[in-house]
């Protein structure tokens, strides 16, 4: 049980390294086979484009992991006492964390929309649910990363440059 909690934990770390493994390669087999061959392949540049955006998304969650996000907290350390700064990081989280449920539940709704009105990718004919499920998938993730991050007790050690006043 311990073991599938950890790779469940690290999840979008798996996702977003395969995604962009698949995007690298696939990028390298049609600039390749493009000018070496003379043979473009139409479907790898569309699936790259595909996988490199899973992967963007996942990287999302794996910021929102170790803290590292984009935000902005400098200001907050040298213009106000600790714990006034803590509670805007915190209201700044909430606010995360309402955004990202909001986006969780609108993706959803696009992906049912998908479902009824079917849409398919131009070359390879992949049906776009599976593009844009990695809307509502990365959503969720941000939304339990900073529900992770609002009971932490301690920062995690990635983000040691934040105590320091970095951003």
Do not use: C
Not at 82 to 95: A, E, T
Not at 99 to 123: C, H, N, Q
Not at 136 to 152: C, D, H, K, N, V
Request: charged content about 15%.
């Amino acid at each position: 049980m311990k073991k599938f909690l950890y790779v469940l934990d690290d999840l979008d770390k798996y996702i977003a390294v395969a995604t962009l493994t698949t995007t690298i390669l696939l990028l390298a087999v049609q600039v390749f086979s493009r000018y070496v061959f003379k043979l473009p392949i139409a479907w790898a540049e569309e699936i790259s484009r595909f996988t490199f955006v899973w992967a963007v998304y996942m990287g999302v969650s794996m910021a929102a992991r170790s803290n590292e996000h984009i935000r902005v907290v400098a200001h907050f350390k040298l213009l106000f006492p600790d714990n006034i700064s803590k509670k805007i990081i915190i209201f700044g989280d909430i606010v995360t964390l309402l955004f990202s449920l909001v986006l969780t539940v609108y993706g959803v709704k696009v992906l049912f929309s998908l479902i009824e009105y079917p849409f398919t990718a131009p070359v390879t004919g992949i049906s776009m649910v599976w593009v844009y499920a990695i809307i509502p998938i990365a959503f969720m993730s941000l939304s339990i990363r900073t529900i992770q991050a609002l009971f932490r007790k301690e920062p995690p050690e990635n983000s040691k440059h934040l105590e320091e006043g970095g951003l």
